[in-house]
């Protein structure tokens, strides 16, 4: 990571990042694009080694789960230098009691030996280095990409058990500008998955890549962040899958989170020969207009001259949590549906947040917070942060007195692809000149990484099944923009009924980035997938489970395919998902 670009607002870059550890429950769930607070001095050096950062290292896992779950680090208001971070989801595999995935062919072995995958021949790509990783007694293979007459190098990991090998081969995403990480190899391999991941072309999690040298665009660096680097995986991981047991694999996974979310759906709608099944969680899909839009509480803030401290963001977030909770029939500490909640937070002019009072200047900043990015004149632009959805990760502020401190994702996005200026001042951003910049975004790089194309046709009628899966308290990515596309993908591929014989998109309450929060974090996505591919079975729920700090169970609660919602029965315990139905909700 070139640390000169590194923003002084000491937000990690590691946000959405593949090496960004994945908190996810002890045995059981979700990929993700994980969201870890971090601060540039905790972002230590076994992240750089592809490993897990520090706390997540310390989590309880099953040996098998533990990269699984490092994927996934959700945002927690901690303390100021905290910075959500990342978002590099990992399904994970299951809980304890489920197996890995049953072998498909029996008594599978190598054909050849590690070392000799040197000499395998894939166009435009060195076989860097192939050998046997004695920590896990598994075939590592490092190969470099490139695209003629581009002097560009994608570095691609892949990961081939010796021994067990289920027969599939599964292609693991990264977070924020981060391609992805050969530490997220780990736990397919002990799974028994071929494995790949990339870099997409650069190190680290800085925007920087996007310009050359001379500071012009470079647009080959961008193409292989957007969408090249991990196609570019996928052909050399199943090459060497190829080679090495004289067996393609029979079936492809994909598995993301945030950025790798938004790789997963990418594979879909430009390579849709490359995967049977995708896992995409809380999708960086949108980017051109989602990451931009991450500014905007910055730009409201600054156009106020109004630095919202956090505790008054948190008062009005508990506040609408508050007004709105019960709404959806079980008082829970969650919002259930945030689009029905209209808490103004004018309500809370006057009152006492610790030792300072919340202002008519305060609740026009959350009010425009929770509003969206408007222009001048009032048009939409983009989704906003729903209610009762922790505010600081985008609206943080350092320093007193207060000034604001950018998530470093979009803030980099500004600078290196659109101000195309390292030392850009965003503090110089006014509403009108963020909704030119916002423009720029949308029109520069739609096509290029957007990834909001709802043409499936050819991973339809291939047989490719996809399941997406967001929270409603997502801090980082409004979940307003998945359910977007995923209405968009019912209308252009034929209708609802149609939509879910091959895509499916579970909502999880109350939780964030990170899948963490006060809302069930769906569970068992990869078995879920896998069981449509190879069995034909679609899942009809996700189990949401929630966890207290043990990591024991403390509720269960189901999940069910978008527009789909959990209603209580009405009688017992509404801490048990048995206890909730399906229904569609009444509007
Ligand atoms: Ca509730």
Request: aromatic share 8%; charged share 20%; net charge neutral.
């Amino acid at each position: 990571m070139n640390e000169n670009v590194i923003p002084p607002t000491g937000i990690s870059h590691k946000l959405w990042g593949a090496d960004a550890a994945t908190r996810v429950p002890a045995d059981a769930s979700p990929t993700r694009f994980a969201a870890t607070n971090q601060t540039r001095v905790g972002h230590d050096k076994a992240q750089h080694r592809g490993e897990a950062p520090r706390a997540a290292r310390g989590a309880r896992a099953l040996p098998t789960e533990a990269p699984e779950r490092r994927l996934l680090r959700v945002h927690r208001p901690i303390q100021q230098a905290i910075v959500v971070s990342a978002i590099s989801v990992a399904v994970t595999l299951g809980r304890a009691a489920e197996a890995p995935p049953k072998p498909l062919f029996p008594d599978v072995a190598p054909v050849c030996p590690c070392e000799s995958l040197t000499k395998v021949s894939i166009p435009n790509t060195t076989i860097d280095s192939a050998a046997i990783d004695p920590s896990d007694g598994s075939c590592r293979v490092t190969t470099t990409v490139t695209h003629p007459p581009s002097g560009d190098r994608v570095k691609v990991w892949i990961g081939l058990p010796v021994k067990n090998w289920n027969g599939r081969f599964r292609g693991n995403g990264g977070g924020g500008f981060s391609g992805g990480s050969a530490g997220s190899l780990r736990g397919p391999v002990a799974q028994g998955f071929a494995a790949g991941a990339t870099d997409t072309g650069h190190e680290g999690g800085s925007g920087s890549f996007a310009l050359d040298v001379n500071g012009r665009l470079n647009w080959q660096a961008i193409i292989d962040n957007a969408y090249l680097g991990i196609h570019d995986m996928t052909v050399v991981g199943k090459a060497l899958t190829q080679a090495f047991y004289g067996k393609a694999p029979r079936y492809s996974y994909f598995v993301g989170g945030s950025s790798g979310g938004r790789q997963g759906l990418m594979e879909a709608q430009r390579f849709p020969e490359d995967y049977d099944g995708i896992v995409s969680a809380c999708p960086a899909i949108n980017w051109h207009r989602f990451l931009p839009a991450d500014l905007w509480p910055q730009v409201v803030m600054v156009a106020a001259k109004n630095f919202v401290p956090k505790a008054k963001l948190d008062a009005a977030t508990a506040a609408a949590v508050a007004a709105c909770d019960a709404s959806d029939g079980v008082k829970d500490g969650v919002i259930d549906d945030p689009s029905r909640c209209d808490y103004d937070p004018k309500a809370l002019v006057g009152t006492k947040v610790g030792d300072d009072t919340f202002t008519e200047a305060d609740a026009e900043v959350v009010r425009e917070i929770w509003e969206g990015p408007r222009g001048p004149d009032g048009s939409f632009l983009w989704h906003g942060l729903s209610r009762g959805t922790e505010l600081f990760a985008l609206a943080g502020t350092t320093g007193s007195p207060l000034t604001g401190r950018p998530f470093g994702i979009p803030l980099d996005w500004f600078r290196f692809f659109l101000a195309q200026d390292p030392k850009w001042d965003w503090t110089s951003l006014t509403p009108a000149g963020f909704e030119l910049l916002w423009k720029q975004s949308v029109e520069q790089y739609g096509v290029v990484f957007g990834t909001d194309n709802p043409d499936l046709t050819r991973f339809r009628d291939r047989g490719g099944k996809l399941i997406i899966y967001h929270g409603l308290a997502d801090q980082l990515i409004p979940a307003d923009g998945t359910i977007d596309y995923y209405k968009r993908l019912q209308q252009r591929m034929g209708g609802a009924g149609s939509t879910a014989q091959f895509a499916r998109l579970f909502l999880a309450p109350g939780v964030d980035h990170g899948f963490r929060g006060r809302g069930p974090t769906p569970t068992g996505q990869f078995e879920a997938v896998i069981r449509w591919v190879e069995e034909g079975k679609a899942p009809d729920m996700l189990l949401g489970e929630r966890r207290d700090q043990n990591n024991k169970v403390i509720g269960t609660r189901p999940l069910f395919p978008y527009p789909n919602i959990a209603k209580y029965k009405g009688s017992g315990s509404t801490d048990e998902a048995e206890n909730f139905v399906s229904s569609l909700p009444t509007r």
